[in-house]
Each structure stands twice: as structure tokens, then as C-alpha cells.
């Protein structure tokens, strides 16, 4: 008498675990790419938020530049006053003017030129992104010229932050070309009492200068783009487990 081979405890428990370790990875996986996906939705929503609110800022009132680094101010104050429209009267502190190098307007390649203007009513001092101008480039090192008026002046323009920093080698940088600006390192350098904001000076081009500044960019829809990945990456794997271990499995049994 022959007998067949019987099944045993393992041969029936290797392909129940390896069906469970499939789910469960593709449950991991689907959690965690959906997961990422309405992370990037947040993220833009924040950023919405933001767009809105810089907006809203930027039909403000505006805002008395002789308030500023008063004794009733504060750095609070000031970080609540970021993109509304400002008029200032102060001195040029003309020698003092930086040029940070790398930056575009019109697609064109340059120098932003921020000079310290001390302000009258305060004398703190704040700088001011007084427009855009091209540079030598068979020159680098050879300054353009800006004409900065003397005595006290009127400005018009928006309150900002810092610019935006680009990427630099080594440490921190001297002289009037730099890379970025480093508001803390300069205002220990001069010991001027340096205001943590700064002023972009709006208006048409003068003294040399350009003034069609770009408008900031949120990235909203790279946010959205990336919410598009996610979900479609966790709706992909949804539909290969249905497919592999479902639909095939059902037929693979059925004949």
C-alpha cells in the first residue's frame, strides 16, 4: 500500500505567512505614502495661509516709519509689521552701502544695494534694499555707480525680513560685495543700533537703481505636486496587492 504525501502543519503556515507579510507591508505602505501626502497638503495650506496674510498686510494702513526703534517699539512689533507699506525720513549712511552679489531682476544677473539709512526721529538705524544693479563682469571686483543723495531723505517702501540668504563658502564675509547679509554680525561689527527688519524701497528706477522686485514665491503648487506623488504612489499600491494577491489568487484557485 503507497501512501500519498500528507500536508503538514508547516506546509499550510509558509503561505499564510507570507500572505500576512504581504498585507502587512502593504498596509505599512500605504499608510505611510498617504500619510506624506496629506503632510504636503498641510504644508500648502500653511502656505496659503501665509500668501493670504502677506496680502492682507500689504493693504494695511500705512505705517509711520518715525515709530520705529522708539522706546514704546519692540522686535515684536516690528516682526508683526512684515510686508506692509512703510515712508521713512533718515540720512544715508552712504560709505556704508553693501552689494550683495548673485541676484537677479529680469532675469538678469546682479547686485542688490542696501545702504543704512538712520532714521530721524529714532536714530536707529535700518537697512534699506534700495533696487537692483547689473555688475562688471570682466570686473568683478569693480563697484557700479549709485548715486546716493546726502542730508535727510524721504523713502517710500515695504517692510521685510533679511533677504534671502544663498549658498556661500566659508565663513563670514567683509568688504562692500558679499554673498548674504548677517544682521547680527553686522550690527556687533558697527555697533549701530541695527533694526532686525528690513526696508525693500518701492517707486520707479532712480539713482541708478532698479526697483521691479520679484514677487515672493510660496511654492503652493510644488506642494500640490507632491501631494499628487503620494497619493498616486499609495493609490498604485492599493491596486498591485488587489490585483497580485486578490484577483490572481482567485483565478490561480479557480483553475
Known sequence: MSWGHLPNASDTAKPRLRFVGILLAALVSVALTSSLGFWQLRRAAAKEDWQ????????????????????????????????????????????????????????????????????????AVILVQRGWVPRNFAERSQLPEVTTPRGEVSITGRIALAPSKLYELGGSEEGPIRQNLDLAALRAATGWPLLEV?????????????????QPASGVEKHYGYAFQWFGLSALITLLYVWFQIVRRKKTTST
Do not use: C, I, K
Open 198 to 214: 528690513t526696508v525693500m524701497q518701492t517707486g520707479a528706477a532712480s539713482e541708478g537703481l532698479l526697483r521691479e522686485w520679484p
Open 52 to 123: 493670504a496674510q502677506m496680502a492682507q498686510r500689504a493693504e494695511m494702513a500705512w505705517v509711520d516709519g518715525a515709530s520705529l526703534g522708539q522706546a514704546a517699539d519692540s522686535a515684536d512689533n516690528r516682526a508683526g509689521l512684515v510686508h506692509r507699506r512703510v515712508s521713512l525720513q533718515g540720512e544715508w549712511l552712504a560709505d556704508q552701502t553693501l552689494f550683495l552679489d548673485n541676484r537677479q531682476m529680469n532675469a538678469r544677473v546682479g547686485f542688490y544695494v542696501v545702504t543704512p539709512l538712520r532714521l530721524s526721529a529714532s536714530r
